[in-house]
Structures are given as C-alpha cells and as structure tokens.
C-alpha cells in the first residue's frame, strides 16, 4: 500500500479532487489530503474524511506534536496536486511554506505530480509557464491541462483532466518515477491507432476481435501527458476520450487503413496498437442471413485487408518512426518471439511491442506485459504493469530513438 498525498488547491475544480480520492482509495493507497484553505470553500474537509479515512487540516498550527509540516511529506510515496491553480503553482516555484500544502511540498523526497486547472490566460501567461519550467527543472511532474468547457461559457486549455485519467497517471509514476512521465514529447506529433476493426457480414453481423483498445487509450493518454499531441484512430471503442487528445473514430480495416495514412503524413511517430483484421468477408450481405432461408450460405469467401503497418513502412516520412504491435501465441513452428521477431523483419518497422495473448492473459485486462523488439535487434522486456506503465515504457524506447534522428 502506497501513502499519497492529495493536495487540493482553491479552484473550482477542487469538486472533481473527492472523484480522484475515490479513485486513489478503491486501488488501495492510504490516502491525506491536504487542501489549502481556498480549496475547502469548494468542498468540505468533511467530505474529504470521510472518504479517505485520515485527518484534514489546512494550517501548520494543527497537530503541532506530529510537526505534521515536515511528517506528512517526508512519508509520502506519491504527492498530486489536483487541482494546481496558478496561485499553488507560483507558490511552489518560490518555495512559500505559508500552509500545511505548500510546507508538505518543501518537505517531500518523493514525486510530485502538479495537475493544473485555470483559465486558458492565466494558464497561458508568461509568468504561469516560467512557474512550470521551474518546477520541471526540479525534477516535478506538470501535467497539460485538458482542454475544454471551464468555469461560465469560457472553453481552452486549462480544465482539469478526468479523475480516471489523473489515477492512471499516477499509478504510472509510482511504478517507474517522475521521468516516467518526463515532457520528452513535447513539440512531437503523434499518431496511435487503437481498438479492433469489425468486418460486416450483413447489417446485423460482422468478423471482429477481442481488441478491447485500452493499451491503445494508455498509449494516448502517457502520450499527451508526455507533451505529444495526439491523434488517436479508434476502431469501435467505448471508452471515454484521454485527455488532450483528438480522436478518429473509424470502424473497418479500410477505413482504419485511410485515417492513418492520412493523419501520419506529418507525425514523427505512428504506433498501430490496433488489432487490424486480416480478412473480410468478399462480399455483404444486403440483408440479414437466416437459418433455413434459400440464401443461408454454406460458406463465406473471405479476402485479404490491405497490410496497413507494411504500407505505413513504404510511405512514412523522412525521420518517422513506425511502432507495431504483435499479439502472439506459440505453436509447433515456434515460440512467441520467434513469431514477432519473424513478423518484425517481414514488416520493416523500427520497433515491435509484442503480446503473449495466450491464456486470455491481455485483452480485456486492466495489465499487460510485453517484449519491445528493435529492427537493430534490441530487445527490452516490459514487466508485467499496468497498461499506462506499459505504455510509459513503450514511449520512453520512442524517444531513444526518435532522439538519435532529431527534429523533424
């Protein structure tokens, strides 16, 4: 069990701050949260008991014996500011120690994790963005914020990202530390493709996969928290969009393969996480196919879909770089890598993020584990993570690479 500490500053976002100890809570981390005292005319410290099960307090003046200032930040795993105003933000680059969440910031060894949330001036304002550099510069972690509807009819970048995708995040840097989420893609475009396509059959049926598309949404949401901006291609998924990230919903291999093609034209990296079908069916049907009718076949002539990883190869840009993925299982002609590495160099892509799915061990599943094939013939192993620490490492094995090619 990890110890987070939950810093809550003055903002109306702060509302969204009980989801995420919610959230925080049910994955099993004893939570403290720490508001400043703007934050609790927003929500209660009530509330915030009851839902962690420790004490709130704002001020340095409480629980004097413990020196809470200097205790609670000392024990800490994991500290998240949620929402970081511009005020938290100013205040932690000077090193104010004028309440309990700044003192706690001073007094931490462990990663801090900054989630702003404003309005898009005060956001975008010279004097914000140099507090961000600063607190990056040492070592913090400043998420983007999200860009969307905030407070009244004003819209842009400054809305706190969802509690979900704040959990995730946090999970990923106490896996691997604050330079699990490093700004290292930042100025970078991205392109993910996720899901599984579905190939229809008639109006009712279609030849589909288990492809839940979560380790594509990690991949986004790591992504853009990273600095990239990223186009996600979603092939029939139902899942909320990651923050800062624009989605291509598509549904067939054919439409998958032209959103892609398209949207990779200008991106300095383009991962095909999707489980693309291989065939379709020759021909659909225009109506339902019924037992017993005069049509019911008694076969379906399948055909091949376009190889979209293979054409992305042959097209891509200068300097690009091209990620697949290959779920395997092993058979009498070979073991799991044996099969990816032989699809790597079928493929001519620069990396391979390949999936043990025997066993239902990966789709579906809240972790994954992977090997990380190079076309140099590197090899790095993925321990078994969450999506999003998969993800994380995915990423980093990127920007090795897409720093040995520079600037596009």
């Known amino acids: 069990m990890s110890r987070i500490v939950l810093g809550v500053s003055g903002g109306v976002a702060a509302y969204k701050a009980a989801l995420l100890l919610r959230a925080l809570t049910e994955s099993g981390h004893d939570v403290r949260v720490v508001p400043t005292p703007g934050a609790l005319h927003f929500v209660g410290a009530a509330t915030f008991e009851a839902l962690s099960g ?46 309990l969440l700044t003192a706690t910031l001073l007094t931490a060894h462990c990663p801090v994790v900054f989630v702003p949330a404003m309005h898009t001036e005060m956001w975008l304002h010279p004097a914000t963005q140099d507090n961000v550099a600063t607190l990056r510069r040492r070592g913090a972690v400043v ?73 594509g949404w990690a991949l986004a949401r790591v992504a853009a928290a990273r600095g990239a901006a990223v186009v996600l291609v979603a092939a029939n998924v139902e899942l909320p969009a990651p923050f800062g990230v624009r989605v291509v919903p598509v549904g067939t291999a054919e439409e998958l393969r032209s959103a892609v093609l398209t949207e990779a034209a200008d991106a300095d990296a383009v991962v095909m996480s999707a489980a693309v079908a291989d065939f379709r069916p020759a021909a659909v049907a225009a109506t339902k196919m019924k037992k017993g009718a005069a049509s019911e076949p008694n076969s379906i002539p399948l055909v091949r879909n376009p190889d979209v990883l293979a054409e992305l190869v042959t097209k891509r840009a200068p300097g690009q770089l091209v990620v697949g993925f290959a779920a395997e299982t092993g058979d009498d002609d070979g073991d799991v890598l044996a099969h990816a590495r032989a699809k790597l160099a079928r493929k001519g892509c620069d990396l391979l993020v390949v999936n043990d799915v025997s066993g239902g061990q990966v789709f579906g599943r809240p972790e994954n584990a992977a090997v990380v094939l190079a076309s140099d013939g590197g090899s790095t192993e993925v321990p078994r993570g969450t999506k999003d620490a998969v993800a994380a490492a995915i990423w980093t094995a990127v920007t090795t690479r897409l720093g040995d090619r520079g600037e596009r």
């Open 143 to 215: 998420l983007p914020p999200a860009v969307g509807r905030l407070t009244g009819p004003d819209s842009g970048p400054g809305r706190l990202p969802e509690p979900a995708d704040i959990a995730a995040l946090a999970a990923v840097v106490l896996a691997g530390g604050a330079d699990a989420l490093a700004p290292d893609l930042a100025g970078r475009r991205v392109v993910i493709s996720a899901g599984g396509t579905r190939e229809p059959l008639d109006p009712v049926r279609y030849l589909g996969n288990r492809s839940s598309g979560k380790q």
């Open 54 to 99: 420790n004490p709130v307090t704002t001020d340095v003046w409480s629980d004097v014996p413990e020196v809470a200032h200097v205790r609670i930040g000392q024990e800490a795993d994991l500290v998240v500011v949620a929402p970081a105003t511009a005020d938290l933000l100013a205040r932690a680059a000077m090193g104010r120690a004028d309440d």
